[in-house]
C-alpha cells in the first residue's frame, strides 16, 4: 500500500464517521409533536401544581417551601419530557380529579381551600395511592398522586433552595467520613 493509497482509505474510513454522526446526532433533536410545556400544560396547571408541591413540602422556620423552589413548572418539564403517553395522561387527570376531590369533600375548588384543608385533603389521596400500590397490577398506571409526590421530592430536593436551605450543603466538601455523630434535629446532607 503506497502512501497516497493509505490517505484514501483514511479519508474513507472519517467521511464515514463523519456521515455516521450526523445519522446518529439526528435523534437529539427535540420532539415535533411537544415542543414546549404550554402544548400540556398551562400557567393555571403550574400553579395548581406548585400549590400542591407547597401543600405536601410547605415553608419551615429554617427553610423556604416546594413553591419557592419552582417545583409546579419543573414537574410540567418532567412530565412532558420523561414521562410516556399514558402516564401524561393520567397525571393530566390527576390535576382534575383532585378538584373534584376538593369540590366533594369541601365543595370548593383546591385553589380556593385553605391550607388545613389541603392538607387534609391530600392526606387522604395519599392513604388512597398507598391503597392502589397494595393491589396495582404490572400492566395498571400508576396513581396520579404517587406521581405528583415523586415528582415535588425530586424536584425540590434538588433544587438549589432544597440542596442549600432544607438540606446541610457543603460546597467544597472535605474527606469522606462514614461514621459522625448525629444530633437528633440534624438536618440530611445534600449530594452534590
Not at 85 to 110: C, H, R, W, Y
Not at 137 to 158: D, I, W
Amino acid at each position: 500500500m503506497n502512501r497516497r493509497e493509505a490517505i484514501g482509505r483514511v479519508a474513507l474510513i472519517m467521511g464515514g464517521t463523519l456521515i455516521g454522526a450526523e445519522y446518529l446526532l439526528s435523534g437529539c433533536k427535540p420532539h415535533t409533536s411537544a415542543n414546549s410545556v404550554s402544548e400540556l400544560f398551562d400557567q393555571d396547571h403550574e400553579a395548581f401544581l406548585n400549590e400542591v408541591a407547597d401543600t405536601i413540602l410547605p415553608d419551615t422556620p429554617s427553610s423556604p417551601g416546594a413553591k419557592a423552589a419552582g417545583v409546579g413548572p419543573f414537574m410540567a418539564v418532567m412530565v412532558r419530557d420523561c414521562y410516556e403517553t399514558p402516564d401524561q395522561d393520567v397525571f393530566l387527570k390527576g390535576i382534575g380529579k383532585i378538584d373534584e376531590a376538593a369540590q366533594k369533600k369541601f365543595s370548593k375548588g383546591f385553589m380556593d381551600l385553605d391550607a388545613t384543608q389541603k392538607t387534609a385533603l391530600l392526606t387522604d389521596l395519599d392513604k388512597e395511592a398507598k391503597e392502589y400500590a397494595k393491589t396495582q397490577k404490572p400492566k395498571q398506571p400508576n396513581h396520579y398522586f404517587r406521581m405528583m409526590k415523586e415528582l415535588t421530592l425530586l424536584g425540590y430536593f434538588t433544587s438549589e433552595v432544597g440542596c442549600t436551605k432544607a438540606l446541610r450543603y457543603v460546597p467544597v466538601p472535605g474527606r469522606f467520613d462514614g461514621c459522625i455523630p448525629y444530633k437528633k434535629g440534624d438536618k440530611a446532607w445534600a449530594l452534590s
